[in-house]
């Protein structure tokens, strides 16, 4: 009789080595998002804010770029921070370490120092699920900027995303899935979880996100009510396959898909 496999609890080194392995690519973002700086404003970006930035891993890439590089990273979650502290942080040489400074706190509270740059990737604003809650918290990433900072964030969408679904992705040593597990039409809430398969275990909900889906139009609508003077949305190009290609470019007409991923750019 063949005994079946336990399941066990993920430490917390392995579900963040796992989430990082699976879903972020620091490099590719700060491109893109250098790259657009200077083409939008003329002038080399140095300071940079990464709110919901969890381990800030992409914050600790940012002041590897070069000695006028400045990084803060904003979460409420001691227990990210503490994993980027350790894993990414020490990776800095001490002068870089100068440069990088973790913040546990509030995205809505306010902050002695204004940056080039603010991101809200890996879709975590969408936390705020009423219209006001959000307003507030542009409101709040308009405030931090410069004169002509730049605020990015990125959101996703597509037929698939609103549908009950687990999408397995094979990386080496283990297995990434994304779940949607429920959406409500009436008020655009949604669950979704993360699961791994490691070792020929599955570790179900190592992660949760219980959120609001938000409608490109709106996003740009609000930022706009923020204070921001423009907004500028990009779209990804296909491959010969259809698939994506990585490349980001300004668009205001495309057809829709089962799933895309996009960037939202709004000046100050």
């Not at 009436?186 to 993360?194: A, P, R, S």
């Not at 609508?221 to 500028?232: H, N, P, Q, R, S």
């Amino acid at each position: 009789m063949t005994k079946k496999k336990m399941a066990t609890t993920l430490s917390v080194e392995d579900k963040y080595k796992l989430y990082e392995s699976s879903v972020q690519c620091h490099e590719a973002d700060i491109e893109f998002i250098t790259k657009e700086f200077q083409r939008l404003r003329g002038r080399e970006p140095h300071d940079f804010r990464e709110d919901f930035g969890g381990t800030a891993a992409m914050a600790c890439d940012w002041v590897k770029e070069g000695p006028t590089k400045k990084a803060w990273a904003i979460d409420l979650d001691p227990e990210p921070i503490a994993y980027g502290k350790k894993y990414h942080f020490t990776r800095l040489n001490k002068e870089e370490q100068t440069r990088m400074q973790y913040i546990q706190g509030n995205v809505l509270d306010k902050f002695d120092f204004k940056s080039d740059i603010t991101v809200a990737f890996n879709f975590s604003y969408f936390c705020f699920k009423k219209r006001q809650q959000l307003l507030e918290y542009f409101k709040k990433a308009y405030a931090g900027l410069k004169d002509d900072g730049v605020f990015f964030i990125d959101l996703f969408g597509g037929t698939e995303c609103f549908q009950p679904m687990v999408e397995k992705t094979k990386h080496e040593g283990h297995t990434y899935f994304w779940d949607c597990d429920s959406y409500n039409p009436l008020t655009g809430e949604v669950l979704y979880y993360i699961h791994f398969k490691k070792d020929g275990v599955k570790h179900k909900q190592v992660f949760t996100y219980d959120w609001r889906m938000w409608h490109p139009v709106e996003l740009r609508e609000i930022l706009e009510e923020a204070g921001f003077k423009d907004t500028v949305i990009y779209w990804e190009g296909d491959d010969e396959d259809g698939t994506g290609d990585g490349n980001f470019h300004p668009s205001e007409d495309e057809e829709n898909c089962e799933s895309w991923v996009t960037y939202i750019c709004a000046l100050k």
